[in-house]
DNA sequence: CTCCCCCGTCGAAGCGCTTCGACTGTCTGG
DNA sequence: CCAGACAGTCGAAGCGCTTCGACGGGGGAG
C-alpha cells in the first residue's frame, strides 16, 4: 500500500505539495508537477478513499436507491442504473448501491455516516416516507420521479402527461375514435405510483380535447389477466380500435389475442405503447410507442446532483419531453 | 454531526470504550454499554464510515462489477445485483456498483484505495481480462460465472452442462428423438460466453447418450431472426418435435411462429426454455423451463466473499444444481 | 494470605489525507 | 528602488475512529 508520504519522499517533495498536485486546489510548477506524477505512476500510487473522505468530509460516492420491488420495468431500472454509475464515474464519483429493503432507515444511515455525499432515489412514491427524512436532514438529493409534493426537491422524470397526451393525438390524427387503455396492474395505481396517474391524466384530457373515447383498464398482465382484460374492453366498447399499452407484460399477450381473433395490426386494430425501447422493437409486431428515455433520466439525475454537491443549482423539477417513435404496429383508423 | 467523542462525553466514558461497545472487541460491563447505548440513541449517533475505514483499513464496502452491455438476461443481472446487496447488508456490508465500462483498471482502482474490502464480478468471460490482475491483486473476490482456468479463484454459477443434460434428459423421456436448440445470438458464442458453451456440451452429451438427434443453431432473437432461424431448421430436420431455447428475445417469437404454422404447443411440439423464471411464467405459454436461480447466485457469491473476508473459506467452485420445471409447454412426443 | 490473572476501562498513538497559515523568492507598478 | 502582490512550497494541525498497552481491582488458586 503506497501512500501518499513515499510519493513525497520518491518525488523529493512535501506531502502537501503532492495532495496539490492531486487537487489542483494551489498553482504548481511543471517541473514540480512532472516530477510528482512520474512518482506516482512509478509507484503505483492510489490515494486511500477512506482518510480521504475523513480529512476532506467528501467521500465522492453518490448512493443510489433501487426498489426492492421486481414486478415493473426492470430493464429500465438496470439501464438508470447503469447510466447513473457510469455518468457518475465521469464527473469523479463512484455509485452506492442501496435497495429498497432498509426503506427510510438507508437514508438516515448514509446521511448519518458519511458514507454518500449524496443520493439518488429511484421509484419514487406520491407520498413517499423517504422525503421528509430528505427534507429535514438536509441531504443533497435527486428523485427520479414525482412525488406529490416536489418543494424543496430535485426531481427528474418522463413527462407522463405529455406521453399520454402524445399517444391519444397520434391515434386522434389517425382518425380513430373509440380508444381503450391497458394500464398497469391495479396495484400500482393503488400504490399511487405518480407516473401511472400521470399517464392516464394526460390521455384524458387529450382524450377530451381531440373528442375521443377513452376507456381505461387496469391489467395484472400475463396472458390469462390480459385475455380477460382485452375480453372486457371489447364487450364494452366493440367499436374499439385504438390500444394504449402501458405495461410490459400485456404487450406480447395483447398481441396473441389480437392475432388469434382475426384483427389484424394496424389495419383493423392500432396500438400505441409506452414501454422501453427494447421491448417496441423486439415485440411480434414493431411496435409504435413512447419510450422511457432510461439512460437520459440516469444521466440528468447525476448531473442535477453533481451540481448540487457543487453548490451549483437549485431545486428544479426536470421533466423529460416524450418522444413517440412509429412504427408498424399503428396506422388509418378502418372506414366503417 | 456527531462524534464518538461526544457521545462518549454524554455517557462518561472514554471514547474507546464507546469504541468497544460498538465493536464488541473487549467485554464491558452491563452498566456501561446500557448506558452508552442509550447516549448513541439519545445524540442520535452514527459512525463515519470513512474515519473507521481509515482507522481499521476495512471499508466494510463490496464492490460489484456489473456488465455495460444490456443485450442480454437483464432482469436476471438486476436480480442477482439486488440480491448481493440485500444480503451484503445482512452481513454487514455496503455494495459499490462498477460498471463493466472502467474494464480492468476499476479492479485496480478499488483494491488501490481500499474503496472495497473484496469484489464480485459477474459475467465473467472464459478468459476475462480482469483475471490476470485479480490474481496478482490479491484482492479478495467472486466470480458470478466460471472462466476457463478457475485455479486460485472461487466462483458461482449455474451448472449449465447439467442444465443441457436435464433439457435433452426431460425431452428424451417424453420420447421426442429430434431436437434443436435455438441458441444465444452468435456474437455470445464468439465471445466465448462460458456458460453458452457449457449448456451445449450438456445437451450434446446426453443427446449422445439418450440417441436424440440434436441440431444447434444460434440466433440473434427478435421476431424477424428467430423466423429465418426457425425455418432453417425445419427445413433441415422436417421431424423436430422438440424445441430448447435457451434466449430471451426468440421465445416469445418461436411461439407465436408455432401457433402461425398450426404446430400446437405441446401437442405437436415441445418446448423447453432456459431463462428466468417470470419469463417462462409470462409466456404467451407457460414454458416448461430451467429457471436461473439470479438471487441464490447473488445470495452464495456475497456468502463465499463475506467468507473469505473473514478468512474462513478458501477458493472454490460452486455450480448450483438446475431445476427442471416442468408447465404447459412440453408433453409426450407425437406418435407418428 | 499472597500471587496471578482476567475483567473492564482509559489514554495515547496513529491511520493517510487535506488544508491553513507561513515562508521565500520573483515580478510589477509607482 | 521599494512596497506589495503573487506563485510555489512546506510544516503542522487535525478529520473521527481503532487498537495497543497499561492499570486498578476483584476473585480464584495455591
Do not use: W
Not at 269 to 285: D, F, L, N, R, Y
Amino acid at each position: 500500500m503506497v501512500t501518499l508520504a513515499e510519493v513525497a519522499q520518491h518525488a523529493g517533495v512535501s506531502a502537501s505539495t503532492v495532495s496539490y498536485v492531486l487537487s489542483g486546489k494551489r498553482s504548481i510548477s511543471a517541473t514540480t508537477r512532472q516530477r510528482v506524477e512520474r512518482s506516482i505512476r512509478e509507484l503505483g500510487y492510489h490515494p486511500n478513499a477512506g482518510a480521504r473522505a475523513l480529512a476532506s468530509s467528501r467521500s465522492n460516492v453518490i448512493a443510489l436507491m433501487v426498489p426492492l420491488r421486481t414486478d415493473m420495468y426492470v430493464p429500465v431500472m438496470m439501464e438508470i442504473a447503469i447510466a447513473v454509475a457510469t455518468t457518475a464515474r465521469t464527473h469523479g464519483y463512484d455509485v452506492l448501491l442501496l435497495t429498497g429493503e432498509e426503506g427510510p432507515d438507508a437514508v438516515r444511515r448514509v446521511a448519518g455516516s458519511g458514507l454518500a455525499d449524496g443520493m439518488i432515489l429511484m421509484d419514487v412514491e406520491l407520498d413517499d416516507e423517504r422525503l421528509p427524512l430528505l427534507r429535514e436532514s438536509a441531504q443533497p438529493a435527486v428523485l427520479i420521479g414525482l412525488p406529490a409534493d416536489t418543494t424543496g426537491l430535485t426531481c427528474v422524470d418522463l413527462d407522463f402527461r405529455a406521453t399520454g397526451a402524445l399517444c391519444v393525438e397520434h391515434l386522434a390524427g389517425l382518425g380513430h375514435r373509440d380508444v381503450a387503455v391497458i394500464g398497469e396492474a391495479p396495484a400500482v395505481y393503488e400504490r399511487h405510483t405518480g407516473f401511472a396517474e400521470r399517464t392516464l391524466d394526460g390521455l384524458r384530457s387529450a382524450a377530451r380535447e381531440t373528442g375521443l373515447r377513452l376507456l381505461h383498464r387496469p391489467c395484472e398482465g400475463g396472458y390469462d389477466a390480459t385475455a380477460v382484460t382485452v375480453a372486457r374492453i371489447l364487450d364494452e366498447r366493440p367499436d374499439t380500435t385504438g390500444f394504449v399499452v402501458q405495461n410490459e407484460a400485456a404487450v406480447e399477450p395483447l398481441l396473441a389475442l389480437l392475432r388469434q381473433q382475426g384483427r389484424a395490426v394496424p389495419e383493423d386494430v392500432s396500438v400505441v405503447a409506452v414501454c422501453p425501447e427494447q421491448v417496441a422493437v423486439q415485440a411480434s409486431v414493431r411496435l409504435t410507442s413512447v419510450s422511457l428515455p432510461a439512460q437520459e433520466m440516469g444521466r440528468h439525475a447525476v448531473e442535477q446532483l453533481v451540481a448540487k454537491l457543487d453548490g451549483r443549482g437549485g431545486d428544479e423539477v426536470v421533466l423529460l419531453p416524450p418522444e413517440l417513435t412509429v412504427r408498424a404496429s399503428s396506422g388509418p383508423a378502418p372506414v366503417r
